[in-house]
């Protein structure tokens, strides 16, 4: 394939007139210059500087999100962006808006790009685990924020993420002493198959087995959209006008649960998991009940501080998996909390 390039790209006209010429030490001189071109050529043919830089030299990380109406994922690129200008180094970032295929066209296209690294969250299980493949063919190092790939699906250098099973249980389990351990609640799942959405799952489903009086009456999935989470919570007010508490997997879901049930007349305990800069302004005026604030602006940072040890050989030392904390913020601990914490220095601008 190097030899090939070679041949297309070297200046043939440039060879021959030089072989034209009739003097022996001309001869001799031109065979040195051919061969000191063919050299020049083949180098920046079959090197492998070009997969970290751009023009001027400057080094590349690639990056691709699910989205950007997430305020997660928002804050995400704040902080990426933020890194990588205090690092020196330039990034590509293109969203997928939560299309799982455009998401897979998009990784494709950065790695022709010749991006040095790649920061990936991704949009469901199907992109996560073509967009790891790809990369892992490219010999471009990944490393993966908020969503995983499962077992099989490729390398990573590692895992950026909130512990969401731990994050559901401890909520799950508060959310449930608040109303007495005992009463109907309806779930309202993420993306079915995305890593948060099955973790989050699995943490409140732990919280349910220890608390045999809470009856879970409805599930349905508004895929992190508060829209869907509003019009699917009407669904279930109907059919059970007796619905104590709402388990959101996002603040999203949680708040558009809350304004279905507003609307409704009805009163319930409502809960979610981001922290989003809106979700704490829901939970001070009493909408929301309470959310567990995740970090990912310090996702984003580390993400980018990770991609340049990689591509600057001095990768070795970081960890499979780096889960962040998370913080419970409801109405007795909101006023000691500031949402910058957690989304960064613009967060309020995310709103």
Not at 113 to 118: E, K, S
Not at 147 to 162: C, M, V
Not at 208 to 232: C, G, L, M, S, Y
Not at 297 to 305: E, F, H, I, T, W
Request: net charge positive.
């Amino acid at each position: 394939m190097c030899h090939i390039q070679l041949l297309i790209e070297y200046p043939f006209a440039l060879v021959e007139g030089l072989f034209s010429m009739t003097s022996r030490s001309t001869r001799h001189c031109a065979i040195v210059l051919a061969s000191a071109a063919l050299a020049t050529t083949s180098l920046a043919a079959c090197g492998n500087g070009s997969s970290s830089t751009a023009g001027g030299g400057q080094k590349v990380i690639g990056v691709s999100v699910a989205d950007q109406k997430s305020l997660f994922y928002v804050a995400e690129v704040a902080g990426i962006k933020d890194e990588a200008k205090k690092e020196g180094y330039k990034v590509k970032i293109s969203s997928a808006n939560n299309d799982s295929s455009e998401q897979v066209k998009q990784v494709n296209d950065l790695l022709t790009q010749q991006v040095g690294a790649l920061i990936f969250t991704s949009q469901d299980s199907t992109a996560a685990a073509a967009g790891v493949r790809a990369a892992n063919q490219a010999n471009v190092p990944v490393i993966a924020v908020d969503q995983r790939p499962e077992n099989g699906q490729g390398d990573l250098k590692t895992y950026i993420a909130t512990d969401s099973v731990k994050a559901a249980d401890q909520l799950c389990t508060w959310m449930f002493k608040q109303i007495g351990n005992r009463g109907k609640i309806a779930i309202l799942h993420g993306v079915l198959g995305s890593t948060a959405e099955i973790q989050r799952t699995k943490g409140c489903q732990q919280a349910i087995k220890r608390n045999p009086k809470i009856k879970v009456v409805a599930q349905e999935t508004a895929n992190w959209d508060e829209t869907q989470a509003f019009k699917a919570t009407q669904n279930i007010l109907t059919a059970h006008p007796d619905l104590k508490a709402v388990f959101g997997e996002s603040d999203a879901m949680s708040m558009g649960a809350s304004k279905a049930a507003k609307e409704a007349g009805k009163n319930i305990f409502s809960v979610g998991i981001d922290g989003f800069p809106t979700m704490f302004d829901a939970v001070k005026s009493g909408l929301t009940q309470a959310t567990m604030a995740q970090q990912p602006y310090k996702m984003g940072r580390l993400a980018v501080r990770n991609a340049v040890a990689l591509l600057n050989g001095k990768g070795q030392d970081i960890p499979a998996e780096q889960y962040q904390k998370t913080v419970l913020i409801d109405k007795d601990t909101v006023m000691h909390h500031k949402v910058e914490e957690f989304y960064g220095p613009d967060a309020q601008s995310f709103k």
